[in-house]
């Protein structure tokens, strides 16, 4: 009898050559069992189990109100889902920006018990600390600079981030503090090509231009599930939210017309 040849896992560490390589990373957004495994196995390198959860999922107008315990539940769902991207799961708002120890205990409960691979934090100089907390800790960090949408009421909206200087100096700190990479996002695209171009680990870009060295959407965004908020990054990659709205339409027209259910779908 021969052997189930399983798909390996990405590790963190492949993750990262992917930039010595010259290969692009295809990051997607998921919070449930069904989109985890369709992704996966349309071949994503990582999928990112994002705080938006609490904007697509929740109905929130940000991404503040998710709790750490609801990203859990919600990593749970995904790695059950996934058998060969990475996992990582984003820290919500107030689970790492208090002290480094807070930071350390809560990543380490994304892992711990809700089995991600590695997790996500916001900030770039002002997080290096609670970044390299972790690091040490044994946790992988992703960083997360440019538009960091739980400063949203700080930024002033959910604007491009234009502050080279600033931007640079953030790059710079996630990568020194150990992180194996860093999303950029909301930032115009020869800024995105300078930060990739300053750093050695992977830059993952949503509205961070085409130079970034891998692109993440928001699966709901992407699929056209999402009608509150339209970002120009935000290529729509199907129109799920249409078919589901004419799906449901026809079932209704059907009940009520009385032809579902028909013979094939009623048992003798
Ligand atoms: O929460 C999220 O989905 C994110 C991505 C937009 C990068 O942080």
Same mark, same amino acid.
């Given at each position: 009898?021969s052997a189930?040849?399983?798909p390996k896992q990405? %590790?963190?560490?492949?993750?990262?050559?992917?930039?010595?390589r010259? *290969?692009?990373l295809?990051? +997607?957004?998921? @919070?449930?069992?069904?989109?985890?495994r369709l992704?996966d196995?349309a071949?994503?390198?990582?999928i990112?189990?994002g705080?938006?959860v609490?904007?697509?999922?929740?109905?929130?107008p940000?991404?503040l109100p998710?709790t750490?315990?609801?990203?859990i539940?919600? !990593?749970?769902?995904?790695? &059950?889902? %996934?058998k060969r991207?990475l996992v990582?799961a984003d #820290? $919500?708002?107030?689970?790492?920006?208090v002290?480094?120890?807070?930071?350390?205990?809560n990543?380490?409960?994304?892992?711990?018990e809700a089995?991600?691979h590695?997790?996500?934090?916001?900030?770039?100089?002002?997080?290096?600390n609670?970044i390299? *907390?972790c690091v040490?800790?044994?946790?992988p960090v992703?960083?997360?600079?440019g538009?960091t $949408?739980?400063?949203?009421?700080?930024l002033?909206?959910f604007?491009?981030q &234009?502050?080279a200087?600033q931007?640079l100096?953030? =790059? =710079? =700190?996630v990568?020194?503090?150990? *992180?194996f990479s860093?999303?950029?996002?909301?930032?115009?695209?020869d #800024?995105?090509?300078?930060? %990739?171009a300053?750093?050695?680990?992977? !830059?993952?870009?949503?509205g961070a231009?085409?130079?970034?060295?891998?692109?993440? #959407?928001?699966?709901?965004?992407?699929m056209g599930?999402f009608p509150d908020?339209? $970002?120009?990054? *935000?290529?729509? @990659?199907a129109?799920?939210g /249409?078919?589901v709205?004419g =799906? +449901?339409?026809a @079932?209704?027209r059907?009940?009520?017309? /009385?032809?579902f259910p028909a013979?094939?779908? %009623?048992?003798?």
């Open positions: 009898m189930v040849t399983l990405i %590790t963190v560490p492949e993750f990262r050559a992917a930039k010595g010259g *290969a692009k295809a990051v +997607v957004t998921a @919070y449930d069992y069904t989109s985890a992704t196995e071949g994503v390198d990582a990112l189990v705080d938006s609490g904007m697509v999922v929740q109905g929130h940000t991404s998710v750490l315990d609801e990203m539940y919600h !990593t749970r769902c995904v790695i &059950r889902g %996934t991207a990582v #820290l $919500p708002f107030l689970t790492y920006q002290s480094t120890k807070q930071a350390v205990r990543a380490g409960r994304l892992l711990k089995g991600a590695a997790v996500k934090l916001e900030g770039g100089v002002r997080m290096r609670a390299r *907390a040490e800790a044994g946790i992703m960083g997360h600079i538009l $949408p739980q400063a949203v009421h700080q002033g909206g604007k491009v &234009r502050d200087e931007l100096a953030d =790059a =710079a =700190a990568q020194d503090a150990g *992180a860093m999303v950029v996002e909301s930032v115009p695209s #800024l995105g090509a300078q930060i %990739t300053s750093v050695s680990v992977p !830059t993952i870009g949503i231009g085409a130079a970034c060295d891998g692109q993440v #959407l928001v699966f709901h965004d992407m599930l908020f339209k $970002p120009k990054f *935000a290529k729509r @990659y129109d799920l /249409g078919a709205r =799906a +449901v339409e @079932y209704c059907e009940v009520r017309a /009385g032809t013979a094939e779908h %009623t048992f003798k």
